[in-house]
T-cell receptor
Framework: ETGVTQTPRHLVMGMTNKKSLKCEQH?????MYWYKQSAKKPLELMFV???????ENNSVPSRFSPECPNSSHLFLHLHTLQPEDSALYLC??????????????FGEGSRLTVL | ELKVEQNPLFLSMQEGKNYTIYCNYS?????LYWYRQDPGKSLESLFV?????AVKQEGRLMASLDTKARLSTLHITAAVHDLSATYFC????????????FGEGTQLTVNP
């Protein structure tokens, strides 16, 4: 198993659909992250789960809902998205301490297109 | 708020030439990471710099960290086409505990 795996790799959805992105890490890390990468914009941290706490970027709309059932799995639930939400969604994991994030290991990404 | 600035944002260079990408950041940190991203792909870790004066080299790439100047450099020696990609630096803020702040990325194109 590769370090961080994401599914699906590509997703096309309408604005009224509900879908989920899945991420699994096999590195024994204790923190997982969702990043959004849009064209010509910096990487945007959406959500962090570390030491069983959730930290979120307050600018992320509520139509994105994360779920982290355990330290190895992370989901991003999507509902009533907008076309501007089309982007590459990257999952990452790290061995986090209270002082440092640690090196991030990224999955291959899920390319989302909202019609 | 931590700011991370890379320059240049776009770099077109010829094969065989040398160049340096700069990463400046605005707050105290002694942990900095460099990543590479190929078009349509994810980010791949290149270097982890964990202290002032740290220098790491891999092939034609060398990264260094000066925490006093709040500056990291990624030096490219005798560039080849395969190095064409976008390079990101990311800074681990000492007090954040749970986030890396990424630069905007430097899109490098190496021309034959």
């Amino acid at each position: 198993e590769t370090g961080v795996t994401q599914t699906p790799r590509h997703l096309v959805m309408g604005m009224t659909n509900k879908k989920s992105l899945k991420c699994e890490q096999h590195l024994g890390h204790n923190a997982m992250y969702w990043y959004k990468q849009s064209a010509k914009k910096p990487l945007e941290l959406m959500f962090v789960y570390s030491l069983e706490e959730r930290v979120e970027n307050n600018s992320v709309p509520s139509r994105f809902s994360p779920e982290c059932p355990n330290s190895s799995h992370l989901f991003l639930h999507l509902h009533t998205l907008q076309p501007e939400d089309s982007a590459l969604y990257l999952c990452a994991s790290s061995q986090y301490t209270t002082k440092n994030t640690g090196e991030l290991f990224f999955g291959e990404g899920s390319r989302l297109t909202v019609l | 708020e931590l700011k991370v600035e890379q320059n240049p944002l776009f770099l077109s260079m010829q094969e065989g030439k040398n160049y340096t990408i700069y990463c400046n950041y605005s707050t105290t940190s002694d942990r900095l990471y460099w990543y590479r991203q190929d078009p349509g792909k994810s980010l791949e870790s290149l270097f982890v710099l964990l202290s002032n004066g740290a220098v790491k080299q891999e092939g034609r790439l060398m990264a260094s960290l000066d925490t006093k100047a709040r500056l990291s450099t990624l030096h490219i020696t005798a560039a080849v086409h395969d190095l064409s990609a976008t390079y990101f630096c990311a800074v681990d803020e000492e007090t954040s505990g749970s986030r890396l702040t990424f630069g905007e990325g430097t899109q490098l194109t190496v021309n034959p």
